[in-house]
Structure formats: C-alpha cells, structure tokens
C-alpha cells in the first residue's frame, strides 16, 4: 500500500519567508510526528499529534515553527520568518496508534534550504 | 530517557554477518529496544524492536543481554544495499517520540 509522502520534495526559500510543508500519512493510522534533520546533526524530534489528543509541541525550536493536523489526515508544518538555521531535512512519520510498541513508518522527507 | 551509546563506524565484508553492538545501561524495565536504519538521502526505515527475548523477522536478528543493559543487530548475509546509518532506540515509556543518537555508520564492502 502507499506509504507516507511529502511535498515539496525540495523548498528553497529567501531568509525572512513563510514555508508550508506538507504530510500525508499512511490511511487509517491515527499517529503523527514530524522530525528535522540538519546537515551533520541526528534526527530531531518536532511535534506528535495523536487522535484528538492535544499535540506534543515538545521539541518545536521557537515559536516560528507550528503545525496542523485537520481531519485527523494530513498535516501541515508551518516554519514563518525563516531563517538560515532552519535549512533541514524535514521528515514526517506515522503510526497505527502511537503507542510506545508502535512502528512508525517514515516519509522521504523534505528538504529546505534557506537562503 | 534511557540513552544508547553506539559505535560510530563499523565495516563488512559483503556476504557475511554484520553485528551491531548497543548499550542502554540504564534502560528501565519497561522500555523497548528499537532498531531502524537510513540509508542515504531517505528516511529511517524499521527494522526491528524487542523487550526481552531475541527477536528475529525477515530483515536481521536482535539479540538482548539477560541484563537488558545492552543488545546486538544481526544482519546475517550484508549486502552492498545495507550500507547505511543503524539507530539503536530506547523507545520512551509515554509520548511516542522517538529520540534518535548518532548511531552507527555501517559500510558494507564488496
């Protein structure tokens, strides 16, 4: 079955710019995380929505950075003013419940270059 | 958080078994172990997860120290297609987040 995507696959960006990135999880799984990747640097965890649940905003670097999840599908990462810090790998993934035994399943990712 | 401690680089021979070695020391009871890798330029991919006994699926082995304070990836025929960067993961009791370290860069060479 399809797995999750991402779109764009490649952002370029001017420092100062709105960027949207946008997810489409696996259908039917109720768990979603997006995480960042910088140049050099591990993976980094960003926010988990799960169900109606409140989201986990934990890891979100500034107040710049916010996402959501309508419908319980498809979310959207918001990063406003951006800056040259946030050139990444943005990667998003799913999981069937978002339990802790669960298995997420990750996108390609995309990748933002600011400029 | 339990943290993991990895090495940073390990090589094979291609055809013959890749063993990953991880310590989590300070793993609590109820926290897995997970596995998953990224190879170059995609995203992590899933490989396996266990809690206590040795676990094996169509990708690799994981075999768990009786202690739980360490475990080891098995991937037993490497190919040049598993060269990539493996992440041992102490999955957190609550959250679902996953906290990946910098993990180990295998190289599978022919």
């Known amino acids: 079955g399809a797995g999750v995507s991402q779109s764009p696959s490649n952002k370029v960006t001017e420092k100062g710019k709105d960027v949207e990135l946008r997810c489409d999880p696996i259908?039917?799984?109720?768990?979603l995380y997006w995480y960042r990747q910088s140049l050099g640097q591990g993976l980094e965890f960003l926010i988990y929505?799960?169900?109606?649940?409140?989201?986990?905003k934990s890891g979100l670097p500034s107040d710049r950075f916010s996402a959501e999840r309508t419908g319980g599908s498809v979310s959207t990462l918001t990063i406003q003013r951006t800056q040259q810090e946030d050139s990444a790998v943005y990667l998003c993934?799913?999981?069937?419940?978002?339990?802790?035994?669960?298995?997420?399943?990750f996108g390609p990712g995309t990748r933002l270059t600011v400029l | 958080d339990a943290k993991t401690t990895q090495p940073t680089s390990m090589d094979c021979a291609e055809g013959r078994a890749a063993n990953l070695p991880c310590n989590h020391s300070t793993i609590s009871g109820n926290e897995y172990v997970y596995w998953y890798r990224q190879i170059h330029s995609q995203g992590p991919q899933y490989i396996i997860h266990?809690?206590?006994n040795n676990e094996t699926n169509e990708m690799a082995s994981l075999i768990i120290t009786e202690d739980r304070k360490s475990s080891t990836l098995i991937l037993p025929h490497a190919t040049l297609r598993d060269t990539a960067v493996y992440y041992c993961?102490?999955?957190?009791?609550?959250?679902?987040?996953?906290?990946f370290g910098q993990g180990t860069t295998l190289q599978v060479k022919p």
């Open positions: 259908s039917g799984h109720t768990a």
């Open positions: 993934a799913s999981s069937l419940t978002g339990g802790w035994t669960d298995t997420q399943y």
């Open positions: 993961i102490v999955r957190v009791a609550y959250g679902g987040k996953l906290i």
């Open positions: 929505f799960q169900g109606n649940s409140a989201p986990d």
């Open positions: 266990g809690l206590k």
